[in-house]
């Protein structure tokens, strides 16, 4: 085949037959294979200097994105950040000032998913950045939440409402520092100034240069949205006032002439102490005062920081910016409320019914000028301004707001609304938190405060009003929160004040006693209406006659006493008030109040159940320093105040105070003039300082007769008194309470006399005993020691108890000692000391505990204690003169001793006593001298 055609048949058609598949060609491509999708999440990240999150992006990356034009990626930024500072705190340190900046640029973001994440990373934030770091930036922040709030769009203004919250919330004192542009803004808010032609040609003056504004596309309604820009005035208002300080002790606003006042009645002159590290990074001024006293007046004021952009003149400092704000705003206020009001009320009854928004919008324009009214008394001008406030808007109040005085709610159903249900719960629980009740008392207290006692007589038409409001809503028997009585109570304060009329003032303080006298009334409640008696009975008392001559105040405080004694402990906090009330009364000598402390003393002093002995130590001691004025002082009473000493139920030095206001009380008390009437009679005196001496009631000591001697101290033969050993901390108590009779029975001048009475008492009360406590046979032998003089003969009834109890304590003293207690050191150093004490300062003691040592008479087991008390005796150098005395009868108790031990050992006691006695007598000559008897 020739080389042509060859060349042919490489590009000739290769024909199949039927049936027949085509072949592969032998560069065919063999697609028999799967694929899958590779999904990267993140993205691969090198750097690892910067803490990142779950999406492995730094502070810087999110930061970034939110400046991207996507809203979403702007929304994935703002909660990647809220991520990654909740996991990476130090994040916030370091970058607080770019964090700040990039948020608060979002403030006016076109998207609201952007907007609201913002606010919630701004609430994210607010716990954790403390005020004084935020404070560098917080110009930053406030200029974009003023750009928020005068957007042009209706949502970014909401939006910067809940910004405001969330500030006010963590930095109100921040906040307030920006007064100037914000309060403009508020205004802003609703309303806008008009551009009429009167205003462009100067005559502005005739007419308000401000008129309430509507949005037709806003969302909400004009009236829910003034409400909501009202809520959050109110309470940038409230921090104004909080920040100058305008809350008294009493919860009253204190104005300019109180401040003044408390300075020129001071005369204390007190250092400031100023922590510099403290306000190193703060902007709040610091004042020096010159005198501090109660209300310390302010000699100058100055800054730490001072805050740049900002005029001395800022906010609402001056007077002339004030009256502007005021001016601007209650015209605006008035009109709110006329549009709040229902469309027929010119034409209505005193009583017309007001909607729930309605009324929740009308009680915030009344709070809002309450807070005007309090930032009008912070001034120093205050009582100008209070007239210029009177001058200007008393007619419009009147006209407004007493036309239909007063008002009462209309319930409207409401239907469920689908959506949001969070947000119907908070507008329902704010709608709730208004009724009638809270819109007339907030009108009430505007209308006082421009009320005073010398233009009562003008006001006196819808005062009259006002009046039988408080008094219905006081008297009618319906229960009160504390927030609605502490309003009522200042409105009634304020009149009470005001209208200077005795008729008036019973019929107020009648109704306030009306709800003093519900029962099942609350802490708070009872607190307030308490503390509203008393402060008009210790303030007002003389400069308001019609307040001290008042019958309800009389029958109020008489009834203290009663109310104390049966609230008890059950609240020691009220208990607490009580009594301050009933001691400041007491000191005025305000003779209603006497009479019934009189009367239920004995309840209050009872030594079981007593409110003297339930209450806390401070109040104990005011209750203790009441005696003093009790006009008697029963023996009954003295009984209970007796019980209460010995029982241990107060302290001994509260106990050592009683004894000294009742020994004041008596005749005994030494002073030369006649400054008070005795309250307590010579025998009920003495009985009283007895029965403390014993520290045991005659019931409880004819019960320890009775009772069985296996708990008593060892059963002596030598001795007919058997001691009642009792515990170491009533024994204490009780020695320190004899200690203070003894005080008292010391200074009466008489000392032959009283030491007669007391002698007479021992022998008829405690001579006869058979058991006697040891605290009391301490205490006896302490008395008598510390009274005896030496002119005195005791009698042999007395010195023979004497003895007896010197044998049975040393006995007791030998067991404490061998019990070797760390714990009874004190009592067994008392014990000596007394002993020691009636043996050597009182005649005849010791002879006759020697003499009745008959050794023939006693048992084997009290051999030894005998030997040991004696070598006791010889071996003090006080009694070392004594003992020699009575040589001759020490030296045949030695012997019979000796004679009648049971065994024929020497025991190391016997030896003891031998080598004591021995050395005591052995420089002594023997002869009759040595053996005389010292009678």
């Not at 002082?633 to 209460?644: E, G, I, M, T, V």
Request: glycine share 6%.
């Amino acid at each position: 085949m020739s080389k042509k055609r060859k060349r042919q048949d490489d590009f000739q058609k290769v024909k199949l037959k039927v049936g027949k598949k085509k072949p592969k060609p032998d560069n065919a491509t063999n697609i028999n294979f799967k694929t899958k999708g590779i999904h990267l999440p993140d993205q691969l990240k090198r750097d690892g200097a910067l803490p990142t999150n779950h999406r492995q992006l730094n502070v810087k990356d999110l930061l970034t994105q939110m400046h991207h034009y996507s809203p979403g990626v702007k929304l994935s930024a703002l909660t990647g950040l809220k991520d990654l500072l909740s996991q990476h705190a130090s994040v916030l340190d370091t970058h607080l000032s770019s964090i700040l900046s990039e948020v608060a640029a979002v403030f006016t973001d076109k998207d609201p998913p952007v907007r609201a994440a913002a606010i919630r990373l701004l609430q994210f934030l607010g716990p954790r950045v403390a005020p004084e770091h935020i404070a560098p930036f917080f110009p930053l922040v406030s200029a974009h939440l003023s750009s928020a709030m005068t957007h042009i769009v209706d949502g970014i203004q909401e939006d910067a409402l809940k910004v405001l919250d969330v500030l006010l919330e963590h930095y109100p004192q921040l906040l307030t520092g920006r007064s100037t542009v914000l309060l403009k803004n508020f205004v802003e808010l609703i309303s806008h100034q008009r551009l009429s032609k009167a205003l462009k040609g100067g005559r502005a003056g005739k007419g308000p240069s401000w008129m309430l504004s509507v949005s037709p596309g806003r969302r909400l309604t004009s009236q829910q949205w003034r409400l909501s820009v009202l809520l959050r005035l109110s309470k940038y208002l409230q921090a104004l006032a909080e920040e100058q300080g305008g809350a008294g002790e009493d919860g009253r606003q204190v104005s300019s002439d109180e401040r003044e006042k408390g300075k020129a009645g001071s005369g204390f002159v007190t250092m400031l102490e100023v922590t510099w590290d403290e306000h190193s990074f703060g902007t709040k001024g610091i004042q020096v005062y010159e005198n501090s006293g109660v209300l310390p007046s302010v000699r100058s004021c100055f800054r730490l920081r001072p805050v740049s952009g900002v005029s001395a003149e800022e906010g609402l400092s001056s007077v002339e910016s004030l009256k502007g704000f005021v001016q601007t705003l209650v015209p605006l206020l008035l009109e709110c409320w006329v549009e709040a009001s229902p469309a027929d009320q010119a034409a209505c009854s005193p009583g017309s019914l007001v909607e729930s928004e309605a009324m929740l919008l009308m009680h915030q324009v009344l709070w809002i000028i309450q807070l005007l009214r309090t930032l009008v008394q912070l001034h120093d001008h205050s009582r100008n301004m209070d007239s210029w406030f009177r001058t200007n808007y008393l007619s419009d109040f009147k006209h407004h707001f007493m036309k239909n005085f007063p008002y009462s709610q209309l319930d409207i159903p409401q239907k469920k609304k689908k959506g949001d249900s969070k947000r119907n719960k908070q507008a329902a629980a704010l709608l709730a938190s208004v009724d009638a009740l809270a819109l007339n008392l907030a009108l009430s207290q505007v209308m006082v405060s421009l009320t005073s006692s010398t233009v009562v007589q003008q006001d006196s038409d819808w005062l009259e009003a006002i009046r039988k409001f408080v008094t219905h809503s006081l008297s009618s028997g319906s229960k009160l929160n504390s927030k609605q009585l502490s309003g009522l109570l200042e409105v009634v304060w304020r009149l009470t004040l005001t209208q200077r009329n005795r008729a008036v003032t019973e019929e107020l303080l009648r109704a306030v006693h009306v709800q003093y006298q519900q029962r099942s009334l609350t802490l708070p409640v009872r607190m307030q209406l308490l503390r509203f008696f008393s402060g008009l009975y210790l303030k007002e008392k003389e400069a308001n006659p019609q307040i001290a001559r008042s019958k309800v105040l009389s029958r109020w405080l008489s009834g203290l006493p009663l109310q104390l004694a049966q609230l008890g402990a059950r609240n020691t906090q009220l208990s607490a008030q009580l009594i301050e009330t009933i001691h400041a009364a007491a000191s005025r000598s305000n003779r209603e109040l006497l009479q019934s402390l009189q009367t239920h003393a004995c309840r209050l002093y009872d030594p079981e159940d007593g409110s003297v002995v339930l209450l806390p130590p401070e109040s104990q001691q005011r209750l203790v320093q009441l005696v003093y004025f009790l006009p008697s002082l029963p023996s009954d009473l003295l009984s209970c105040l007796s019980h209460c000493c010995s029982m241990g139920r107060i302290s001994s030095s509260l106990a050592g105070a009683l004894f000294r206001i009742i020994h004041i009380r008596s005749s005994f008390s030494g002073w030369t003039g006649c400054v008070q009437e005795t309250a307590v009679t010579d025998v009920d005196y003495f009985s009283f300082l007895f029965s403390s001496l014993t520290g045991f009631s005659g019931d409880e000591l004819a019960l320890l007769q009775r009772g069985n001697e296996d708990g008593y101290t060892s059963r002596m033969q030598l001795s007919p008194v058997l001691l009642y050993p009792t515990d170491l901390e009533q024994f204490g108590h009780h020695w320190d309470v004899a200690q203070e009779v003894c005080h008292c029975l010391e200074t009466v001048s008489s000392r032959p006399q009283c030491f007669d009475i007391l002698q007479n008492a021992i022998c008829k009360n405690l001579a006869g005993l058979r058991v006697v406590p040891d605290s009391t046979a301490v205490a006896v032998l302490s008395a008598v020691s510390r009274l005896l003089v030496l002119a005195y003969i005791p009698s042999e009834v007395l010195l023979r108890f004497l003895a007896s109890c010197c044998y049975s304590l040393l006995h007791h003293l030998l067991t404490l000692e061998k019990s070797a207690a760390e714990d009874s050191a004190h009592k067994r150093e008392v014990v000596w000391g007394a002993c020691l004490a009636a043996l050597s300062g009182v005649p005849r003691v010791l002879r006759l505990m020697l003499q009745s040592l008959r050794v023939t008479d006693a048992c084997q087991e009290e051999l030894p204690f005998i030997a040991q008390i004696l070598r006791l005796l010889l071996q003090h150098a006080q009694l070392r003169n004594h003992m020699m005395a009575n040589a001759a009868l020490l030296q045949q108790i030695v012997q019979e001793i000796t004679r009648f031990r049971s065994t024929e050992a020497r025991e190391q006691w016997l030896v003891d006593l031998h080598y004591c006695f021995s050395v005591c007598f052995s420089s002594q000559p023997r002869g009759p001298a040595a053996t005389r008897e010292n009678c």
